[in-house]
C-alpha cells in the first residue's frame, strides 16, 4: 500500500481517539482494495503528522513491553532494543523490554502489573484478553491487509466438495491443531455453525470429534505439506491460506487445485496493553507508535516482524469473532501456548 495512504490512515485514527474507532475496522480492512485504487479523496486533506495531535500525559514513570516468544530471542533483542529507545525519547520515560521463552510469562505479567503492554499473535492475544482483561489497541499491517483469509482446498477435478460443510466425512489435512487457518478457522467455524459437535470440555473431547466426524485427519505441519497430501491424493481437502498454493508451489501443481471456499479473515498480530493501564498513558503510547509509520522511524517496526504500519483498533474489531472459535475448540487454549513456549 502507498505510504502517504497510511499515514493519512492512522492520522485520522490518531485524531479520533483509540476509544472512538467504532466503524474504523471497516475502513481499515478495506485498504487493500480502495485506497490502493485513490479512492482517499474524502482523508486527502489531513496532514500526515496529525499523529502527534493526539500526544496525551503519562502518567507513569516506566513502561515494560513483551515481545512474541520466538526462537531467536538473541536476534530479535536488538531490533527491540530500537524500539526501546525510541519510546523513551518519545515519552520521556523509562521503557523496559521482555523477549520471554513463552507467553505464560507475559499473560501471568499482565495479571500481576509487571508487564504493561506487549506484542503478541492472534490466539494468544485472545487468550491473554479472556483471562486479564487486556486489551488490543494496534493491528499489524501487512502487503496492505490486517488479516488473511482461511481457504478450503480441493483437486481442481473433485466436484464432490463444494462448501466447507462437505468437508465432514472426508479425508483432510490440517496444517498443525494450533494452525490459525489451517485448523482453528475451518474447525471452529464447522463447530459454531452446528456441523460438528464436541462431547466433552477437554482436548481430549476435541480430538475424538475430529475421529468422529472425518473419515481420517492428520496435521501435515505446515501449508506446503498439507497441499502436498493433497496433490498426491491422500487426502480429499487441504486447509490454510488463500496464498499457500502460490507461495509453495509451482506452477504445474497450482493449476491442480481449485479453491472451494473462504472461511473468513485470520487476524494480523496485535499489541496489547494492560486492562490497568489509564487512558492517557494508554492514548500517548499508541500516538507514539503510530510514528513508527513515518519514513524516518519505520525501519523500527519492519525489522521486528515485517509489519508495514500500526493500525488503532479494538480487541471485538479485530480478533474477537476468530476469538470465539478458540472458545468452543475445547483444550486449545493451551496448545496454542504450548506452541510459543520456547523453553521445552
Not at 122 to 147: C, D, F, M, Y
Not at 211 to 221: D, K, L
Not at 290 to 314: C, F
Amino acid at each position: 500500500m502507498n505510504q502517504k495512504i497510511i499515514l493519512t490512515l492512522v492520522a485520522v485514527f490518531a485524531m479520533v481517539g483509540v476509544s472512538t474507532l467504532v466503524g474504523a475496522f471497516v475502513i481499515v480492512d478495506s485498504a487493500a482494495t480502495e485506497f490502493q485504487n485513490d479512492t482517499s479523496n474524502s482523508i486527502a486533506g489531513v496532514d500526515s503528522t496529525a499523529g502527534e495531535i493526539n500526544s496525551k500525559t503519562i502518567d507513569v514513570d516506566s513502561i515494560t513491553i513483551g515481545f512474541i516468544p520466538v526462537e531467536k530471542a538473541d536476534a530479535l533483542t536488538p531490533k527491540a532494543k530500537a524500539l526501546e529507545a525510541f519510546l523513551e525519547s518519545e515519552l520521556g520515560i523509562d521503557v523496559k523490554i521482555v523477549v520471554p521463552t513463552n507467553y505464560e510469562t507475559i499473560i501471568e505479567g499482565m495479571r500481576f502489573g509487571h508487564i504493561d503492554a506487549a506484542f503478541m499473535d492472534t490466539g494468544p492475544a485472545w487468550i491473554t484478553h479472556q483471562r486479564t482483561g487486556a486489551e488490543a489497541v494496534l493491528s499489524e499491517l501487512v502487503k496492505g491487509k490486517v488479516n488473511y483469509q482461511a481457504t478450503v482446498w480441493t483437486l481442481a477435478e473433485n466436484d464432490s466438495i463444494n462448501t466447507l460443510e462437505d468437508t465432514v466425512g472426508k479425508r483432510v489435512a490440517f496444517t498443525s491443531i494450533t494452525g490459525s487457518s489451517g485448523f482453528v478457522r475451518p474447525m471452529g467455524t464447522l463447530v459454531t455453525d452446528g456441523h460438528i459437535d464436541i462431547e466433552g470440555n477437554d482436548i481430549v473431547a476435541l480430538e475424538q470429534a475430529l475421529a468422529n466426524n472425518f473419515e481420517s485427519y492428520t496435521f501435515a505441519g505446515g501449508y506446503k505439506a498439507a497441499l502436498n497430501l493433497l496433490i498426491n491424493g491422500d487426502v480429499d481437502v487441504a486447509f490454510g491460506s488463500d496464498i499457500a498454493p502460490q507461495k509453495y508451489l509451482d506452477l504445474e501443481d497450482q493449476v491442480k487445485l481449485r479453491p472451494v471456499t473462504t472461511i473468513g479473515a485470520v487476524p494480523s498480530h496485535v499489541f496489547m496493553v494492560s486492562s490497568e493501564m489509564s487512558d492517557s498513558t494508554q492514548d500517548g503510547l499508541v500516538s507514539a507508535l503510530i510514528k513508527l509509520n513515518y519514513d524516518e522511524h519505520n525501519y523500527i517496526l519492519t525489522d521486528l516482524y515485517g509489519a508495514e504500519a500500526l493500525v488503532p483498533t479494538t480487541t471485538t474489531m479485530h480478533i474477537g469473532e476468530f476469538g470465539t472459535f478458540i472458545d468452543v475448540l475445547t483444550g486449545l487454549d493451551q496448545k496454542i501456548l504450548d506452541k510459543y513456549d520456547k523453553s521445552k
